[in-house]
């Protein structure tokens, strides 16, 4: 069995793991600098990737192949990029499978960074034995991801299930990155979060002024100290949140919905307030869609690499195969 290599690239961060037939063997971050776009990185990247290859004993040959995830809408059947937004805006024309067949001669295959995520808590996270699931991760953005029937959900042009975090949750709202307005990560996320704050009009009388960073790190410490603003925040948030949530179920019908993100962290205050409002609003006769937290919060993206590098390479023999074997004794 052959090891993979996964890379998730974030906007602050890019994580590199080395795995083995679903067990992270090793794991490295550098830091990104996705405003200068994603060209400059990958001299990086190669000499991170040669320095773990070395540092585990294993030549390239070993290696099945690389598993990209990008923060971006991904053309997954040529593995490219499509579509960005505000990072790594040569994505577009930056060829990455040249790239790491030139460098190391291995296949290269792309997706967008929550499918990915989906497709790791789907095999071995919190999504094991599920077969309709929406993951929805809240970050700096919101990103979702989408699997119907064991099939992750693409669409024509490879942006189905991705745009979660753009659903339109109030039609005269603030303005989007996307261009749209009244998204829900427009609406409630941690880039809208320092505005959000300021515009409560109790702002100035508020302890969580003083915080030098507006996030939901000190949104969640201020919520426990009773603060009126924090906690009036995070109500708008949770039922921001709620809505996507509920729109989310009445589009794609999951059995469960897997919630990932830094602010898993303080799931146990706000996990209940969403799974009521699920239970309360969704229209789902048959039962109720049940929240669960992700079982890799920081690393579901480098399992799904893993999954997607070796499903992939197992398709290509199989379609070799047909090609090979199968066809000339037609
Ligand atoms: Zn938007």
Redesign the pocket.
């Known amino acids: 069995m052959k090891h993979t290599i996964a890379i998730d690239l974030g906007g602050t961060v890019i994580k590199i793991g080395l795995l083995k037939n679903g067990q992270l063997i090793d794991r490295t971050e550098i830091k990104a600098q996705s405003a200068s776009g994603l060209k400059p990185q990958l001299p990086e990247l190669e000499k991170t990737i040669d320095k773990m290859l070395q540092t585990n004993q294993l030549s390239a040959l070993e290696v099945l192949g690389i598993g990209f995830s990008f923060a971006g809408l991904v053309d997954s059947s040529k593995n490219r990029i499509l579509s960005t937004n505000q990072k790594y805006d040569d994505g577009p024309d930056t060829d990455l499978v040249g790239w790491a067949l030139e460098k190391w001669n291995w296949p290269l295959f792309a997706e967008n960074d929550a499918r990915m995520a989906l497709l790791g808590e789907w095999q071995f996270g919190a999504g094991k034995d599920c077969r309709d699931l929406v993951m929805m991760t809240i970050g700096t953005g919101i990103g979702t991801g989408v699997l119907i029937n064991g099939q992750l959900l693409k669409g024509k042009h490879f942006q189905a299930g991705n745009?979660g975090?753009?659903f339109?949750v109030n039609h005269e709202g603030s303005p989007?990155?996307?261009?749209?307005?009244g998204?829900?990560?427009?609406e409630a996320s941690t880039w809208r979060l320092p505005s959000l704050l300021k515009e409560h009009p109790k702002f100035d009388n508020s302890a969580i002024k003083t915080e030098e960073v507006l996030d939901f790190k000190a949104l969640f410490h201020h919520v426990g100290n009773n603060d009126l603003v924090a906690k009036e925040v995070l109500d708008h948030c949770l039922s921001v949140w709620s809505a996507g949530i509920i729109t989310m179920i009445h589009a794609f019908d999951p059995e469960i919905i897997i919630l990932s993100g830094g602010i898993m962290k303080s799931a146990s205050v706000f996990l209940p307030v969403l799974q009521e409002n699920v239970n309360k609003f969704a229209w789902t006769p048959w039962g109720k869609v049940k929240l669960v937290e992700a079982r890799f919060p920081d690393s579901a993206a480098l399992y799904g690499a893993d999954y997607l590098v070796r499903s992939s390479a197992e398709k290509c023999k199989m379609n070799s195969y047909i090609e090979n074997v199968i066809k000339p004794q037609l």
Do not use: I, M, P, S
């Open positions: 745009l975090g753009h339109t989007c990155t996307c261009g749209g307005k998204c829900v990560e427009a």
